[in-house]
């Protein structure tokens, strides 16, 4: 695997406007993100651009339109369910921070330790899998799950409540992991990191469910806290595997 450390160049930088420009405008206009959100995430995208290039800014980008098509699909039929914490202005920028913020931050270690790059790259695309996971089991699992389990007490449950996991939602989260990772294997070459990845993305969404289960539905965190520890969770493991296999 080959670092993509920003070099500069006229195309790159020409590409980069074109994502920013029309993903900002896409997200204020669809009402997918409030303005401080948009601008949040311009910010982020530039510090990942900036660290791991295109490809980066292409795994960010998959994951903003996955979750955002996963979100506004037969969004009247998931509007009963009292979990669902689209905002109809758009999602904060809290909620990007919370989805994204790892990935900014594995990009900002790769811009102070670049001798580490491959490693923190690897911790960008978990984070960016877990948190696509997260949002596809979650959105479609509500409509396609047919038997929805609690994760801290295994019986049936509510689709849609935090901490309950149906295995339809989970499948597709799986398929959300992989399709990240796949960004990064087409950006950076074919090799174990696309396991790992997939491995870490899926053990973040897992992680988001139990932490759903077992403090947010108590109140004793929000979802953006769930979000953020998840795609933190999933960060860390991908770094340990890069480390020790």
Not at 86 to 92: H, L
Not at 116 to 139: I, K, Y
Request: aromatic residues 10%; glycine residues 12%.
């Amino acid at each position: 695997m080959n670092g993509n450390i920003f070099t500069g160049s006229e195309v790159e930088i020409t590409l980069l406007l074109i994502i920013i420009i029309g993903g900002m405008a896409y997200s204020i206009l669809a009402k997918k993100l409030t303005v401080p959100a948009a601008c949040t995430g311009v910010v982020i995208a530039i510090t990942i651009f900036m660290a791991a290039g295109l490809t980066g800014v292409a795994m960010m980008t998959a994951f903003f339109l996955m979750g955002s098509l996963a979100t506004s699909w037969k969004q009247e039929r998931k509007n009963k369910f009292s979990d669902n914490h689209e905002n109809k202005a758009g999602r904060k920028a809290s909620q990007v921070l919370a989805n994204a913020g790892v990935s900014a931050l594995a990009g900002l270690s790769i811009l102070v330790f670049p001798q580490l790059t491959n490693l923190f790259l690897l911790v960008m695309a978990a984070a960016f899998a877990s948190a696509t996971a997260d949002t596809l089991s979650s959105e479609l699992g509500i409509l396609y799950g047919t038997k929805c389990i609690n994760v801290k007490t295994l019986k049936t449950d509510e689709c849609g409540r935090d901490g309950v996991i149906s295995m339809e939602g989970s499948v597709i989260g799986f398929i959300g992991s992989c399709l990240i990772a796949l960004v990064h294997a087409i950006g950076y070459g074919f090799q174990l990191g696309f396991f790992w990845i997939v491995l870490a993305g899926t053990f973040g969404n897992l992680t988001d469910s139990f932490l759903g289960a077992y403090f947010e539905r108590r109140g004793l965190i929000g979802n953006d806290a769930v979000n953020f520890f998840s795609t933190l969770s999933a960060g860390i493991i991908a770094l340990l595997l890069g480390v020790l296999i």
